[in-house]
């Protein structure tokens, strides 16, 4: 008997196993441990006051019932958050509380999408994105991001054919995993795109406080009829560093977020309640938290940049976002080859590009969660491994 479905079993899930798998076996070998830049979760602590909400609410007895709506504070904090940091203004029917848009980006097609409608999806994506589709059944067209063209998708050249089959696009800047971040023109472009070609955007947002330039990250729908068209996912994951409790929002065109709330109401409750009070906090008085949290991935970047190169590995410094895009050596012809063997030669893991698609074929994502002393000390297995 057959257990998986066909659903189940058209799921070509990038090999986080697979690394972890080979982390485990390089410890036992080598008996040494192994400075991991695979995996992107923050650990860079939530402020103190955040921690303390979040705790004491979670010794309420009423904190443990079912949560069939957000309720008013909460949908009220998100409403003065957006007007505040983005000059957007939302009415309650432009919300949806999220438990983390992992949630979102994994419901997107069945909410939006019969199976045979067809997704525009950059190439290199995150792999939720392709991987909802396959469960979905939906066919994508992969829009290649390239460095030439600054990782920003080149619209016009969507063949017609490819545009009579589509009814979505999902974008995400600041970008996972390239580390790129889109001008204001991109977003103008994309909006008249999806007007005249009949279309649903989805804007993956959840780096928006994550840019590296100074300048504070926009909102899709701070642009002229970006409601008419779309939705945004935004998250406390990386910029409140809250990751782990599972906090975020969609918001924009109601008639999309009427058939988002539609489908979540079936298949599951609202997120835990103290959470939610956490969130609330966070919003209304920790708004220079994500500043500090920018700061230092911003300062670690730097670190990371300059000891590598040091050794002969140069990566363009990443716009945005806690990742580095960085290029694997000419000799090599895969990313995951490449990454074997930094892991056997020099005991450092990073994410081989082509987990995220094709064009990932020659670069690998490392993330900025190692300490100084931990990429200096990298920098230095590298020089010895003799891969540069």
Known sequence: MNIESRRVGSILAPSFSALANLKKK????????????SIGSSN??????IKDILAQAALEDASYQYTLNPGDELIAAVQKWYQQRYDTELEENEIAILKGS???LSHIPMAFLDEDDLLLLP????PIYSIACSINNNPIYEMPLKPENDYLPELDQIPEEVLDQAKMILVSYPNNPTGACAPDSFYEELIDFARKNNLLVVHDNA????????KPGRSFLSFEHAKEVGIELNSLSKSYSLGGARFAVMVGNADMIAA?????DMIDFGG???????????????KEFPKTVCQEYKRRRDVLIEEFEKVGWKIEPSQGTMFVWAPVPDSYQDSMEFTIDLLNKAGVLVHPGTNFGSLGKYFVRLALVRSDQEVKLAAKRIAASGLF
Do not use: C, M, T, W
């Not at 780096?207 to 100074?214: A, I, N, P, R, V």
């Not at 988002?260 to 979540?264: E, S």
């Open 26 to 37: 390089y410890i036992q070998d080598h008996q040494q441990e192994v400075i991991d830049f």
């Open 272 to 286: 835990f309640a103290p959470v939610a009070k956490a969130a609330v906090y966070a919003l209304e008085n920790e």
């Open 207 to 214: 780096y928006s406080e994550l840019l590296f330039s100074g």
């Open 123 to 126: 190439d290199p994506h995150y």
């Open 102 to 104: 992992q949630e979102a």
């Open 44 to 49: 860079i602590p939530p402020a103190d006051a």
């Open 260 to 264: 988002y709330r539609k489908l979540l």
